[in-house]
C-alpha cells in the first residue's frame, strides 16, 4: 500500500514538471524562407503588385546561397536567428498582415540571371498558356513561360518552427506524458 | 450530516474507477492536443489562448454530456438494481440525503474530469504562449461546469425513475441522442418540426424566431451560446443564422443584439438553470414514491 502511495505521489510530481518544463525552454523563433509562392507576372506589373525585385548577382554570398538552398529544400528552408541575410527582411506574421493591408508582399523577388545553368531550377509556376485575348502565340507564350519562372518569389519571415519540427513535437509529447502521469498517479493516490 | 456522508461514500467509490480516470486522461489528452495544434488564429498570444479555450468549448460540447451521463446514470439504478439501496436508506439516511448526496458526488466526479482537462489547456496554453486570459479561462470553466451539472442532474433523475440498469442506460442513450446529436447531426431538427407545424399544420406564415426558440431549448446550444458572454464578440459562436438580417456582421455585438432576448446569449443561462433544476425535481418526486422492494 505504501508502495502504492508513493509511486503516486512520484507520479503525481512527475506530471508537474513535465507540465513546467516546457516553459522553461521556450521553442526558439526560426527565420523561414519560402519559394514556394508564385508571382506569375512581368517585372514592372510585380513592382506594381508591391514586390520588390533584385537581382540574383546583386544579393550578397549569405543571400545568394540561402537562396539557393531554399531551392534544394523543395521550397522552404529554416535557419536560426543570425544565420539570416542582410538582403532579406523578416517580418513577424502580425507585420506580414498589416503588410498585405497596406498593399505590399512579404519578401523579394529574385531575378535570376538570364543563364541559370548553375541554380537549381526555379519552382515558379506557369499556369498553361494565355488565353486568345492577349493574342500570343506559342513561341510568345514560351517566352512568357521563360519570364515567369526568371522571375522567383521569395517570402522571409520570422515564425515558430512548424508543429513536426523536433522541438515543438518535444513539448506535445512532454505535456501528453505529464497528462498521463498526472492520471495515473491520481488513481493510484485515490484507489488506494 | 448523512448527505455528506452519502456524497463521501460515493464519491470514494467512484473515484476508484479505472473507467472514470482513463477518461479523464483521454479528456486531458485531448485538450493538451487541441492546444498544441491550435494557434493560428489572427492577433496577439492572448487571442491565439481565447481562440484555445473556444475550441476547447466546442469539443467539450460533445464530450462532456457522455461523461456526465456515464458517471451518472447508474448513481441510485445501479443501487436499486443490485440491492445497495436497503443499505443507504438504513437510518439515518433518508431518500432525500441519498439524492442530494449523490448528486454532489456525481458532480465532483464531473467537475474532476473537466479540471483535468482544464489543466492540461492551461498548462499549453500558458508554455506555448505565455498568455493567461483570466476571464476567458475561468468564464468557460465555470460555464462548461454548470453544463456538466446539467446533464448529471438529467442522468441523476432518470436514474431515480428507472427501477433497472437496461432503463437506465437507455435514458441515458437517448437523452444524448435527443439533447446533443440532434443538434450536431441535424437529420430532423425540432426547429423544422415546428417549422413544419406552424406553417404546414397550422397555415401560418413562416416565423425564424419561433423555431429557433423551439431549437433553443436544447442544453447543447444554450451552452454554446453561454459561452459567448466571456468570449470577446469577434469569436463569437453564431448559432441562429436565419435570425439575424442579412446587413449585420457575424462578428460584430450587433449579430447578438439584433436578436429577440429570448435568443440572445444572455437568456442561455435561464435555459441551463431550466435543466439544472427541473429534471431534479421530477427525479427527487419520482424517487420519493418509488417502491424500492
Request: glycine residues 8%.
Given at each position: ?192 | ?6 456524497a463521501?461514500?460515493d464519491f470514494?467509490?467512484a ?12 479528456l ?29 468549448t466546442?469539443?467539450l460540447a460533445?464530450l462532456l454530456p457522455i461523461v456526465a451521463l456515464v458517471a451518472s446514470y447508474?448513481a ?23 439524492f442530494v448526496g449523490k448528486l454532489l458526488s456525481r458532480n465532483g466526479i464531473v467537475a474532476g474530469g473537466v479540471a483535468f482537462m482544464y ?19 475561468f468564464g468557460t470553466l465555470l460555464i462548461t461546469l454548470v453544463y456538466g451539472s446539467t446533464f448529471v442532474s438529467i442522468a441523476l433523475a432518470m436514474s431515480s ?11 441515458a442513450?437517448?437523452t444524448y441522442?435527443?439533447l446533443v ?37 436544447s442544453p447543447y446550444?444554450a451552452y454554446r451560446?453561454a459561452v ?40 442561455a443561462p435561464v435555459v441551463l438553470a431550466f435543466w439544472l433544476v427541473v429534471p431534479l425535481l421530477i427525479g427527487y ?9
Amino acid at each position: 500500500m505504501n508502495r502504492r502511495n508513493q509511486l503516486g505521489t512520484g507520479l503525481a510530481l512527475l506530471a508537474v514538471v513535465l507540465f513546467a518544463v516546457p516553459a522553461f525552454f521556450p521553442v526558439q523563433p526560426m527565420l523561414t524562407h519560402d519559394t514556394g509562392e508564385t508571382a506569375p507576372a512581368p517585372p514592372a506589373e510585380l513592382r506594381q503588385q508591391g514586390y520588390e525585385i533584385v537581382a540574383y548577382e546583386n544579393l550578397s554570398e549569405r543571400g545568394q546561397e540561402l537562396y539557393v538552398t531554399t531551392l534544394e529544400h523543395d521550397g522552404e528552408y529554416r535557419v536560426a536567428v543570425g544565420e539570416g541575410a542582410a538582403d532579406f527582411g523578416y517580418p513577424t506574421d502580425e507585420e506580414v498582415r498589416a503588410m498585405y493591408d497596406n498593399g505590399t508582399e512579404p519578401g523579394v523577388v529574385i531575378e535570376r540571371p538570364e543563364d541559370a545553368g548553375s541554380l537549381p531550377p526555379s519552382d515558379e509556376r506557369f499556369y498553361g498558356y494565355p488565353s486568345d485575348e492577349e493574342g500570343l502565340n506559342e513561341s510568345q507564350a514560351e517566352q512568357r513561360r521563360q519570364q515567369i519562372e526568371r522571375y522567383d518569389a521569395m517570402s522571409t519571415r520570422i515564425a515558430q518552427p512548424p508543429l513536426g519540427a523536433t522541438p515543438q513535437l518535444i513539448r506535445l509529447v512532454s505535456v501528453l506524458l505529464a497528462v498521463l502521469s498526472l492520471g495515473v498517479g491520481g488513481y493510484l493516490l485515490s484507489s488506494k | 450530516m448523512s448527505t455528506v456522508t452519502v456524497a463521501k461514500k460515493d464519491f470514494k467509490a467512484a473515484r476508484r474507477s479505472k473507467l472514470l480516470w482513463a477518461a479523464a486522461i483521454v479528456l486531458g489528452l485531448i485538450a493538451a492536443f487541441v492546444g498544441y495544434v491550435s494557434g493560428n488564429a489572427p492577433g496577439g498570444d492572448a487571442e491565439q489562448v481565447r481562440a484555445l479555450f473556444r475550441v476547447l468549448t466546442l469539443l467539450l460540447a460533445v464530450l462532456l454530456p457522455i461523461v456526465a451521463l456515464v458517471a451518472s446514470y447508474l448513481a441510485i439504478a445501479g443501487e436499486r438494481e443490485g440491492g445497495g439501496i436497503k443499505f443507504l436508506l438504513s437510518l439515518p439516511n433518508t431518500r432525500r440525503s441519498v439524492f442530494v448526496g449523490k448528486l454532489l458526488s456525481r458532480n465532483g466526479i464531473v467537475a474532476g474530469g473537466v479540471a483535468f482537462m482544464y489543466v492540461a489547456a492551461i498548462s499549453v496554453a500558458l508554455t506555448r504562449h505565455g498568455a493567461f486570459p483570466a476571464a476567458v479561462v475561468f468564464g468557460t470553466l465555470l460555464i462548461t461546469l454548470v453544463y456538466g451539472s446539467t446533464f448529471v442532474s438529467i442522468a441523476l433523475a432518470m436514474s431515480s425513475a428507472a427501477a433497472s440498469r437496461s432503463r437506465a442506460i437507455a435514458g441515458a442513450f437517448g437523452t444524448y441522442l435527443l439533447l446533443v446529436i440532434l443538434y450536431v447531426f441535424p437529420v430532423v431538427s425540432f426547429g423544422d418540426i415546428a417549422r413544419w407545424v406552424h406553417t404546414t399544420l397550422l397555415g401560418a406564415d413562416a416565423n425564424p424566431d419561433l423555431y429557433n426558440a423551439v431549437q433553443y431549448t436544447s442544453p447543447y446550444l444554450a451552452y454554446r451560446k453561454a459561452v459567448n458572454l466571456v468570449l470577446p464578440a469577434d469569436m463569437r459562436q453564431i448559432v441562429f443564422y436565419s435570425s439575424l438580417p442579412e446587413d449585420v456582421s457575424y462578428g460584430s455585438p450587433a449579430a447578438n443584439e439584433v436578436l429577440p432576448l429570448y435568443l440572445q446569449d444572455e437568456f442561455a443561462p435561464v435555459v441551463l438553470a431550466f435543466w439544472l433544476v427541473v429534471p431534479l425535481l421530477i427525479g427527487y418526486a419520482l424517487f420519493e414514491r418509488a417502491d424500492l422492494e
